[in-house]
């Protein structure tokens, strides 16, 4: 006993300790930056030395502050600057930036994940299910553990093509954020020995009070992650939209100026549930791969249940991403409206066009995997005959939200068709109509995901006649009002009808919090038509994990291509202009060919990372038949 409580001790100082030094870069750092004290300091002493004290402008918080810094370079084409090989240098950059925000994301997300599944099982009473959740979430790690290691790889090759394609810019850029990269390399120190302490000590923390400290890690773990993220989220921002800095681009003393940029807060929230979403995706991917290589029951019911949590997880992210996107490009067009009217009804806009392909192909895959999901459940066909309903709203939803403002003609196209907008289908192509179809698609998700959660149940509520209808209306209603608030948009002035997305959002998000929570509400207790066979599923319903997956990493190539395009030809906007030859837009056929590339290339390497994880391969036992009501599997958010 007095040895048990000597280890708890040991551990709480250890965990306390490690909380202690993780953090102790940020706490001697911040202060600083923070509060802006080290640019008086600076004038002091200029002052003492009588030298005069210059002051600048900020480009973005209007403040003044004392010049610290030097101005932004002005290039010119040369090997001094812009060194080359005899091939397009962004092309370089591209592939090593996009491939390393690939992994980075994906490292960033397993162990959000890992931490939800592992609670999970901690705070369940099933003891078998508490050891399959506990089991999972070391299968999530142990797939991201192999893709840590080649993160950091991609991280020092990124940082080498700069320093030897763009010695100037990159020289200008860590200047300016020389305090947030040496914060940024102690972090990354930090969370690769918590990760490694996290998987390692899995086994040795695997029960009682140390199970409470190898999960209090897994937080540790995610802080700084995030942190990272948003540390390197701030570069991105100051390029899009600098701040801290005066017209010349000369540094103000203020770090949190130029961290805390217009659009820092919307890129942080939107890439954090891109990541979520795209780290589902990419797990339920691996699932799926590893159901169609199964040779057993056994192993199929496992990697059937690690797909469906991993998709599930992946898609709680990806309802909310429309709306953070949204809330991104209102962001930048109340910073420039210049660069909104680029990338929405601009250079860019047909990019948005493909964008809205991809998104419509994420909700429809997501809703034909679930609809063949059901098949693994007794009593889940008496909502068969109803999804050719769901398929005509998702249909209908999807065609207009792809639908184009205007068209890519040739000028005789142009004339025979009197303009660049369709007679008919140009009315589809406004904002008006296209917020309609996205919020119906995400409603009718919804509705597959609660018709999901009640497939093989029955409620034995008193109530339940009551609240069959009650939800039926309550989404009858949000569909009318949807549509209703898209046609009304047209018979009103653009700058009243931008605010409708408010109502239309909050009826959607109506749906899937009120609805999900009375479901669940009338589903405790429910009496079961019988078990969910897991394994029993067709392979179609893997191949649309696998579409998910694919379809995700697209996206993100695409988005991380419009941000920085939006530029121009600034490497940092309006603050310091890039003189290369390449400072020029892609055509939207180059740019697709790429994205597709880097795709490939992302997924065939991803699969050499999952045959690596699988060489040291070890699983818990699930049985394809859980016959026990209340036994079977369940992901947070479902039945």
């Known amino acids: 006993m007095g040895l048990l409580a000597g280890k708890r001790i040991f551990s709480i100082m250890a965990l306390c300790m490690m909380v202690g030094l993780l953090l102790l870069p940020i706490v001697v750092a911040l202060p600083s930056p923070a509060t802006g004290e080290e640019a008086p300091v600076a004038g002091e002493e200029a002052k003492k030395e009588g030298d005069k004290v210059e002051k600048g402008r900020d480009v973005y918080y209007k403040t003044e502050g004392i010049v610290v810094g030097a101005p932004a370079p002005k290039t010119t084409d040369g090997p001094k600057d812009y060194p080359r090989y005899n091939f397009e240098s962004r092309v370089l950059i591209w592939f090593a930036n996009q491939q390393h925000l690939y992994y980075g994301s994906f490292v960033l997300a397993v162990p959000i994940f890992c931490m939800i599944i592992e609670f999970m099982g901690v705070v369940t009473k099933d003891k078998a299910l508490a050891k399959r959740y506990d089991q999972l979430a070391y299968d999530f790690i142990k797939i991201s553990l192999t893709a840590y290691s080649l993160t950091a790889i991609l991280g020092g090759i990124l940082i080498f093509t700069f320093l030897t394609l763009y010695p100037a810019f990159f020289s200008y850029l860590s200047g300016i954020f020389r305090p947030v990269m040496h914060i940024y390399a102690l972090m990354f120190v930090a969370e690769s020995g918590t990760l490694y302490i996290y998987y ?14 190898h999960l209090s890690m897994s937080v540790v773990l995610n802080v700084i992650g995030t942190l990272l993220m948003f540390l390197a989220n701030s570069w991105i921002g100051f390029m899009m939209s600098p701040a801290g800095v005066d017209e010349q681009g000369r ?13 820092w807060n919307p890129l942080n929230l939107h890439r954090i549930l891109g990541n979520m979403a795209f780290g589902g995706g990419v797990v339920a991917a691996y699932a799926a791969y590893k159901f169609l290589a199964s040779k057993t029951d056994e192993d199929r019911a496992h ?3 690690m797909g469906y949590i991993a998709m599930a997880l992946g898609v709680a992210f990806l309802i909310p991403l429309p709306f953070a996107g949204y809330w991104l490009m209102r962001e930048v067009y109340a910073y420039r409206q210049q660069m909104g009217i680029t990338l929405m009804g601009g250079l860019l806009a047909w990019l948005f066009i493909i964008q809205a392909t991809m998104i419509g192909i994420l909700f429809l895959s997501t809703n034909y995997y679930l609809w063949q999901a059901m098949g693994r459940m007794r009593g889940a066909e008496k909502y068969q005959r109803y999804i050719k309903y769901l398929v005509f709203l998702l249909a209908c939803g999807y065609m207009v939200f792809i639908t184009p403002h205007t068209m890519v003609m040739t000028p005789a196209e142009l004339k025979a068709m009197g303009g660049q907008q369709h007679p008919v289908l140009g009315n589809y192509g406004v904002m008006s109509a296209k917020n309609g179809g996205i919020n119906v698609i995400i409603t009718t998700t919804v509705l597959s995901f609660v018709w999901y959660m009640r497939g093989n149940k029955v409620s034995t509520v008193s109530w339940a006649k009551f609240g069959n209808i009650f939800m039926g209306v309550f989404f009858t209603c949000a569909y009318i009002n949807i549509i209703w608030l898209a046609i009304y948009g047209y018979y009103i002035p653009a700058n009243v009808r931008v605010g409708l997305s408010v109502p239309q959002v909050a009826t959607t998000l109506s749906c899937l919090f009120f609805m999900f929570a009375l479901n669940s509400v009338m589903m405790r207790g429910a009496k079961q038509m019988g078990p969910i066979e897991w394994g029993k599923i067709s392979a179609r319903s893997q191949y649309a994990l696998i579409m998910l997956a694919t379809a995700f990493t697209w996206m993100m190539g695409l988005m991380g291509y419009i941000r920085s395009s939006v530029r121009l030809f600034w490497h940092v906007n309006e603050i310091m202009r890039d003189n290369s030859p390449w400072a020029y837009t892609h055509t939207v056929g180059f740019a697709a060919n790429m994205i597709s590339a880097n795709v490939l290339f992302f997924w065939i390497s991803i699969l050499f990372v999952f045959w690596l994880g699988s060489l040291t391969a070890k699983k818990a036992p699930v049985e394809s038949k859980a ?13």
């Open 251 to 263: 540094y103000l003393g203020n770090i949190w100026h130029v961290i805390h940029t217009a659009l």
């Open 627 to 639: 016959g026990i009501p209340g036994s079977v599997p369940q992901p947070a958010t479902s039945h």
């Open 200 to 213: 390692y000590g899995w086994d040795k923390m695997r029960e009682g009070f140390l199970k409470w400290i």
């Open 303 to 305: 990697y059937d249940w």
